[in-house]
């Protein structure tokens, strides 16, 4: 496999979400990014904007083994992971697993659980691997989370701990649609109450085996020293913005060159450009840093901080 047939997977993953999700384009392109860079991606945006929908579809779309948590206050860890449960009839612990053994997982509404229960996920997320009683379960090289969560304005929701919020690659604000998408929306599900993904017709554009291929030709792609230099100083550029109280940790910089890998497949290009990590500077540091206090007075942004950083950060030429 090369990168125009990476290129090409992605296309016909897009044309198959298309068949039953209308617009939402920018937030496919970065689950794709996320997926070919094996990474994970958390979407935030109020309810009702298709987040659920979305990833239910990408998942169908990819031909994978799918997996979901609806994520509660009363959710305990071992309803992630599972339990050793022991058996009277043989004597020994049978390994009950959690629905977190799959190769894509959908953690809805993630923040509607507790910290303790978040905390599940850690080692899974970034080892794709989980622990029983000193055994580690592998969960496979295309292990996935596609977490969405409410603004955390609305009621009933926790903050995600900071080392969570570091393992996903990206965090996206999904929107609410244009006009016309809005339309065309109230059009296309007006007519039916049904919510079950197979009538759109969504069929399977890749496997297992398919994906480990497109990571292996992702990893493959060329990223040059001055591109390797540039994302090291726009990522120690936001521990020195006195807007910023903690700035993106050295594992940022490490999953921001994965993931301008993967764009720059995803492009048909065997190589990496800056323009690959600045249109992925924002999705990939927005939750890594944290808001000075004058900053948080001042009303400012995190998004405005980070595009500020990228503007003023020098790139090879």
Do not use: W
């Not at 998942?59 to 948590?69: F, P």
């Not at 229960?117 to 622990?131: C, K, R, S």
């Not at 000193?134 to 969960?139: A, D, I, K, Q, V």
């Not at 409410?150 to 900071?162: A, C, F, M, S, W």
């Amino acid at each position: 496999m090369n990168v125009d047939d990476v290129k090409a997977l992605a296309t016909q993953i897009r044309e198959e979400v298309a068949k039953a999700i209308t617009g939402q384009h920018d937030t496919v392109d970065l689950m794709l990014t996320a997926l070919f860079a094996g990474g994970h991606i958390l979407l935030e945006g109020p309810p009702g904007t298709a987040k659920t929908m979305t990833a239910r579809c990408f998942a169908q779309a990819l031909g994978v083994v799918y997996g979901r948590i609806q994520f509660t206050p009363d959710l305990m860890p071992g309803d992630i992971v599972g339990s050793n449960i022991y058996n009277f009839q043989s004597g020994q612990f049978t390994l009950t697993r959690g629905p977190i053994f799959c190769d894509l997982l959908l953690a809805d509404e993630i923040n509607r659980t507790p910290p303790k229960t978040q905390a599940a996920l850690l080692e899974a997320m970034q080892e794709h691997a989980v622990t029983f009683d000193g055994t580690t379960h592998s969960l496979g090289q295309n292990f996935m989370v596609v977490a969405t969560q409410n603004p955390i304005e609305h009621q009933g929701v926790y903050p995600l701990p900071e080392a969570q919020l570091d393992r996903f690659l990206f965090k996206h604000r999904v929107s609410y649609p244009g006009p016309e998408e809005e339309k065309a929306i109230i059009h296309h599900g007006g007519g039916t109450a049904s919510h079950d993904i197979k009538q759109y017709g969504i069929t399977a554009q890749a496997d297992r085996k398919t994906l480990e291929k497109a990571l292996a030709t992702v990893g493959e792609v060329m990223l040059v020293d001055d591109v390797v230099d540039y994302i090291a100083r726009l990522v120690r550029a936001t521990r020195a913005s006195p807007d910023l109280e903690v700035g993106a940790s050295p594992r940022a910089g490490a999953m921001l060159a994965r993931a301008s890998r993967a764009r720059a497949a995803l492009d048909g290009r065997a190589y990496v450009i800056p323009d690959d990590v600045k249109a992925l500077a924002v999705p990939a540091l927005r939750h890594r840093v944290i808001l000075s206090p004058a900053a948080q007075i001042d009303g400012r942004l995190v998004e405005q901080i980070v595009t500020d950083l990228v503007d003023q950060t020098e790139a090879p030429r």
